[in-house]
């Protein structure tokens, strides 16, 4: 996709969604950690369910490291894998304690290093909670980077590079969260529906619907 209109695409999301937030809910940058490696193979909607009673009771590192295994596990038991995260959220608690003063770090190694937190939850939490143009890249991201011609590339972090490399600064603070509304609400998987599109003139998708 040529660069005037990659630089179209993202004024037109923006035309749109002036401020994207992240739809998980959160109070501060640890519960946003805890809410981002809990939505692995889940939904937000699920998450924020499951999260909703658990952060009244424990929104920092030594709060949910006090609960223990098993009371995470009872409060999350709705979402996907909860066995595996109720242990990830304890240990990564646990570390944040024991070596980060109770503070989720500023830092990707850091935060990478922690149990459950792969690359893309690493810029999730250094883009919402921090501020750093960073770019996640999910199912959703990943689908329209390629669909869509903007950033193609047979892994996620091949789709990660090029849209770092192509997508102009002034939009790549949002970035993140344009694309994943977009792949989310109208660059759906099934069937995207482009007659609704506001991208659909400079999207090289060749099999564009014409009905939504």
Same mark, same amino acid.
């Given at each position: 996709m040529p660069k005037a209109d990659i630089d179209?695409?993202?004024?037109?999301?923006?035309?749109?969604?002036?401020?994207?937030?992240?739809?998980?809910?959160?109070s501060n940058p640890f519960?946003?950690?805890?809410a981002v490696v809990l939505s692995a193979q889940a939904t937000d909607i699920g998450v924020n369910k499951a999260t909703k009673a658990l952060f009244e009771i424990a929104d920092t590192p030594a709060g949910m490291a006090a609960l !223990? =295994?098993? #009371? @995470?596990?009872?409060?999350?038991?709705?979402?996907?894998?909860f066995n595996t995260k109720a242990k990830n959220v304890l240990k990564l608690s646990e570390m944040?304690?024991?070596?980060?003063?109770?503070?989720?770090?500023r830092d990707r190694d850091a935060l990478e290093a922690l149990p459950?937190?792969?690359?893309?939850?690493?810029?999730?939490?250094?883009?919402?909670?921090? !501020? =750093?143009? #960073? @770019?996640?890249?999910?199912?959703?991201?990943?689908?329209?980077?390629?669909?869509?011609?903007?950033?193609?590339?047979?892994?996620?972090?091949?789709?990660?590079?090029?849209?770092?490399?192509?997508?102009?600064?002034?939009?790549?603070?949002?970035?993140?969260?344009?694309?994943?509304?977009?792949?989310?609400?109208?660059c759906k998987a099934r069937k995207p529906e482009?007659?609704?599109?506001p991208v659909a003139d400079v999207c090289r998708y060749k099999a564009k619907t014409l009905v939504a």
């Amino acid at each position: 996709m040529p660069k005037a209109d990659i630089d179209r695409f993202f004024q037109r999301l923006a035309e749109r969604m002036p401020a994207p937030e992240t739809e998980l809910v959160y109070s501060n940058p640890f519960t946003l950690l805890v809410a981002v490696v809990l939505s692995a193979q889940a939904t937000d909607i699920g998450v924020n369910k499951a999260t909703k009673a658990l952060f009244e009771i424990a929104d920092t590192p030594a709060g949910m490291a006090a609960l !223990g =295994e098993e #009371t @995470i596990r009872s409060h999350i038991k709705t979402i996907g894998l909860f066995n595996t995260k109720a242990k990830n959220v304890l240990k990564l608690s646990e570390m944040l304690v024991a070596q980060h003063g109770g503070a989720v770090p500023r830092d990707r190694d850091a935060l990478e290093a922690l149990p459950g937190v792969g690359r893309k939850t690493a810029n999730v939490v250094l883009n919402v909670a921090f !501020g =750093e143009p #960073t @770019i996640a890249v999910d199912t959703h991201i990943f689908r329209v980077g390629n669909r869509t011609g903007l950033a193609p590339g047979k892994t996620p972090r091949a789709v990660e590079d090029g849209l770092m490399k192509r997508v102009p600064a002034p939009w790549r603070l949002h970035a993140h969260h344009w694309l994943i509304l977009h792949g989310r609400y109208t660059c759906k998987a099934r069937k995207p529906e482009c007659p609704t599109c506001p991208v659909a003139d400079v999207c090289r998708y060749k099999a564009k619907t014409l009905v939504a």
